[in-house]
């Protein structure tokens, strides 16, 4: 009997610390690895940079897997395709955190997407880091779990006057902004409205349209009747080209200015005519460009994607080096956070991310317990189709309001 009980007490005692042990650990990571999830576009309008972003997060993590993982782990990342659908990205994600058990959800795509997740990571306390969406709302009012990377729509909008100012010598330039309808395009609007202000300039003629829509004829008409020097195009990369397709049948040609997300060859090919040297704000580094991070991205690529996406100034776009970024910075919370790595252990490491380099390529991340959103930078580019890159025209500026 004293015997039974001796077995009875061991056992007893190892079931508590084989509970305690599991009940402590966080979702997603074991002794050897860190499991992410990825929702992107991977078939629908935007699928051309969803596919690229996705795989610069794999790439990224393949190359810091073979160099020994995140303190001794190594990630293991699972894509869901959200076909930039608001409700599909809403189920993709609660697979992945259901089935998958996914330790946080790194780059979500888009800014409509994006914002859909935002009930989830609140209600599971699963960090979004960062998402991919350049909007205010992502970090505006202030989400615990979600944190953002970039330069701002509202700040590249400034940034858009300050050069149709400066360097196209139009002082009090009639503007006229072609949008998504949603905090993405609402953002364009801000900035522009707020350099309207500051210089005493003409009322902004606006157009939007909806994520999934394949018409523009009408919006194309209605800015055109405002009769303005420039346009600035905030829009997914099939939609600014069917737009510009569409002021190429009526001969209608003001200055046409892309956000960062037209940034891509593809979107100039489609365009067209008009797609010829269009001028498109950029705030990553390009590939080409002598910098650690381009290289040591771009011998990555070569290695693991090989000639999907070589030569490199052809096929890593934008949204591959912001998927890359993202990847980056969601490596160094996890390692800053330590070899006992929770939820709440990643979010208090990257409120506490002063001046990361990402090697490069764009300019230094800072977050802060009051702020995850980062301060960006900024410069013009001119597409080149023959070429296939984008020429930039100016220097890097912060961006400010």
Known sequence: ??????????????????????????????????????????????????VGMADGIVSFFKDLNEKGGINGRKVEVIVEDCAYSPAKAVAAAKKLMAKDGVFALVSPWGTAPSTALFPIAKKQKIPIVPACSLATSMYDPLKREVFAVGTNYVDQSLFV?????????????????????DDWGRDHLKGLE??????????????????????????????????????????????????????????????FIGSNTLGIIVTLQLAGEYGKGLLVVNIFAMPGEDIPGMKRLVAASKKYFGDKWM????????????????????????????????REGLVAALESMKGFDPEGLMGPITYSAKSHGSPGFARMSKGNVAEKRFVPLTGWTAAQE
């Open 161 to 181: 006057v300050d050069y149709i100012r400066n360097e196209l010598g139009i002082k009090k330039p009639k503007i006229g902004l072609f949008c998504q309808d």
């Open 311 to 342: 030569p490199a100034e052809a096929k890593i776009h934008p949204y591959y080096v912001y998927g890359w970024i993202n990847a980056m910075v969601f490596a160094e919370g996890a390692k800053r956070a330590g070899k006992d790595l929770t």
């Open 194 to 255: 707020m350099a309207r202000k500051k210089y005493d300039l003409p009322p902004i003629t606006m157009e939007t349209y909806k994520y999934d829509a394949v018409d523009f004829k009408s919006q194309v008409i209605n800015l055109r009747r405002a009769k303005p020097d420039v346009v600035l195009i905030a829009s997914g990369i099939k939609s600014g080209a069917m737009f510009l397709k569409e002021a190429q049948k009526l001969n209608w040609k003001p200055t």
């Open 1 to 50: 009997m004293k015997g039974f009980t001796k077995w009875v007490y061991v056992l007893l005692t190892m079931v508590f610390v084989f509970w305690s042990t599991n009940a402590l650990a966080e979702v997603g990571v074991t002794d050897d690895t860190i499991k992410i999830g990825v929702v992107s576009d991977l078939t629908g309008p935007t699928a051309i940079g969803g």
